[in-house]
């Protein structure tokens, strides 16, 4: 009986009952019996790990295609969050691109780096400390959503590094941002 | 040939196309209306080997930098005399010069200028004098002969033997730029590079005896603070807390170090005793307060605030806490920096959209504007509160421009190629070194 329910495939135990059973007379019918039921239990058990192998795998397919979903709806939103001159208000459209992220993150472990920038208008200093306050405004909005503050790093760089080297409101634009990383 | 030559120190790791255009060089854009003719003789040289330097240019330099004098062409000079004896001040009104410097430097490994200024018109000695040092500080001897010079003429100690800490910032299409903390003298020559980074540099600030540097770099990835001392290169971080760690400012007595750190939350001032590392946190306001400046006494500080909606230039005095707003007029007022007399105070200030250098009086506080172009940042005023330097854009590029505190004078010091910023002029230093 244990060296029956020791043995792992259902075929195996198959082609040692009918051993067994030829054997004739040095077996008794009921323990050949209580063998076979064995035999078959085990393998009802097998099909249903195998079934929940398949299921599970089925699972990790979806929840991958979900993650590669919230993964391709976070590329789309962007990475780069724009802010007013002197504001750190998130905007409609920040707010939209920040809730993709916010759903990815989530979604996984993984933790990421808030990048606050200015344009070069005014004070260098004043600007770090801006830069830092339009970091926080996008950390403190999704930590508010549910993502662990310990996952969230600010770092401002002020306007020590635009994207837009020229000067006028259109490269100054490009350039007052967070950019997530 | 030269171009081949540079390409090949460039392969060794020497960029002498960026050393060269690293340097500065003084260009007077606006001097006074009727400058002072003076003429600064060429000095006897009565020493070993030949002179490392010609001194009296040096000098000569200097005095039209200031956009105060006119200094005498050497061409249309009569006579090199060097010795009181040898001076006939009828050769010197001819080419109406109104002032003769004359004199003579001696020595080796160390050297001694000894100068003598005359009044043509009135034909009198006015002044002389002796200044020594090493060999090497033969140019900063010269800025000094310059200062007494400039002194006895305009009654207010000159800056020239002084220096100049900026960064220079040269782009990197192909990657992250390159940031140099710069030294230099007040004249731009004799640039050193302090500190190398491919991340940003900012906030560079003076030790009250010169012999250190303060600034913030994020070579970590972090900003961070660092302090550096000049004569013997030894670095030291002196913050990493999480979150900004900006605007170092030394104390006037050299004890402490005023900075702004977020690690509370938002950023506030900090005094760093830096003889035990013990932070005593100086304000706790939910608005940005950052770019903390002494006052000379040591008693207040005076900083960037916008807790009254948009930045303005507070106080904050130490003995008991209290707070008041310095400034009123305008939109945005940053970055105060105050004049040794306590007095002026010189600033970023935003009139008609405009980022402009003013200052203001802290008796009247009457604001003047003092520069006409736009994007204008990072005022720091020289030790003898004669002029205002400060970077704005020129261009793509940013660069130095100085000017007068009466708006008289300004001059730009434009280097070759890449940008220049974050100015800091030294206090006065000793070059006996």
């Known amino acids: 009986m244990t060296v029956f329910a020791r043995i792992g495939r259902a075929a195996l135990v198959g082609a040692f009952v009918t051993v067994l059973a030829a054997c004739g007379g040095s077996v008794k019918e009921d323990e050949a019996a209580a063998a076979e039921a064995a035999a078959q239990q085990q393998a009802a058990q097998e099909a249903a790990r195998a079934e929940a192998a398949r299921q599970q795998a089925a699972r990790a397919r979806e929840e991958a295609a979900a993650q590669a979903a919230l993964a391709d709806a976070a590329t789309a939103a962007g990475t780069v969050f724009y802010f007013d001159f002197d504001s750190s208000e998130l905007s409609r459209e920040a707010r939209a691109a920040i809730d993709a992220h916010i759903a990815l993150m989530l979604s996984n472990r993984a933790s990421a780096r808030l990048e606050g920038h200015t344009d070069e ?61 | 040939m030269l171009r081949m030559l540079k390409v090949g120190l460039c392969v060794l790791g020497l960029s002498v196309s960026t050393w060269a255009s690293a340097q500065l060089s003084i260009e007077i854009t606006q001097g006074v209306d009727n400058p002072t003719p003076v003429a600064i003789v060429p000095f006897a040289w009565r020493g070993v080997g030949a002179p490392s330097e010609d001194v009296a240019r040096i000098v000569d330099n200097d005095l039209a930098h200031s956009g105060q004098f006119a200094p005498v062409n050497r061409r249309d000079m009569l006579s090199f005399p060097s010795r009181a004896s040898e001076l006939y001040f009828r050769d010197w009104r001819a080419i109406s010069a109104e002032y003769i410097v004359i004199g003579e430097v001696r020595g080796g490994a160390r050297i001694e200028v000894e100068y003598q200024l005359f009044d043509a018109i009135r034909q009198v000695k006015i002044a002389s004098g002796v200044v020594s040092g090493v060999a090497s500080e033969t140019r900063m001897l010269g800025h000094q002969v310059a200062d007494q010079i400039y002194e006895q003429l305009t009654g207010i100690p000159g800056a020239f033997a002084t220096r100049l800490l900026y960064v220079s910032v040269n782009r990197n299409p192909n990657g992250k730029d390159f940031y140099r903390l710069t030294l230099a003298d007040s004249d731009g020559r004799r640039p050193i590079v302090l500190l190398e980074s491919r991340d940003p540099i900012l906030s560079p600030a003076w030790s009250p005896d010169g012999s250190e540097v303060a600034y913030v770099s994020y070579e970590t990835s972090r900003p961070a603070i660092y302090r550096q001392n000049l004569m013997t290169g030894n670095r030291e971080q002196l913050t990493n807390f999480t979150g900004l760690n900006s605007s170092p400012a030394w104390s006037p007595d050299g004890s402490a170090m005023a900075m702004v750190l977020s690690k509370d939350g938002n950023p506030d001032l900090y005094l760093m005793d830096l003889a035990t590392r013990e932070l005593t946190r100086l304000t706790q306001h939910y608005a940005i307060d950052t770019e903390p400046t002494w006052m000379p006494d040591g008693r207040s500080l005076l900083f960037t605030s916008d807790r009254g909606g948009k930045p303005q230039i507070y106080r904050y005095e130490l003995q008991t806490g209290r707070i008041n707003r310095v400034t009123f007029e305008g939109a945005y007022n940053a970055r105060a920096r105050v004049a040794q007399d306590g007095r002026n105070v010189a600033m970023i200030h935003q009139s008609g959209g405009k980022y402009h250098i003013a200052v203001q009086d802290l008796v009247t506080d009457r604001v003047t504007v003092l520069t006409t172009t736009d994007l204008d940042e990072s005022p720091t005023i020289a030790p003898n509160g004669s002029m205002v330097l400060y970077a704005t854009k020129d261009g793509e590029r940013s660069i130095l421009r100085a000017v007068a505190v009466d708006g008289g004078v300004r001059f730009s010091l434009p280097a070759r190629e890449g940008s220049v910023q974050e100015p800091a002029w030294s206090p006065y230093v000793n070059a006996q070194r």
Not at chain 1, 131 to 150: L, S, T
Request: without cysteine; charged residues 25%.
């Open chain 1, 121 to 181: 208008r005014g004070s260098r200093a004043y600007n770090q400390a801006l830069g830092e306050r339009r970091a926080n405004a996008v950390r403190d909005y999704m930590v508010a959503n549910g993502v662990p503050a310990y996952r969230l790093e600010s770092i401002s760089y002020g306007e020590e590094n635009p994207v837009a080297y020229g000067s006028g409101e259109s490269n100054w634009q490009q350039n007052r941002r967070v950019e997530l990383k």
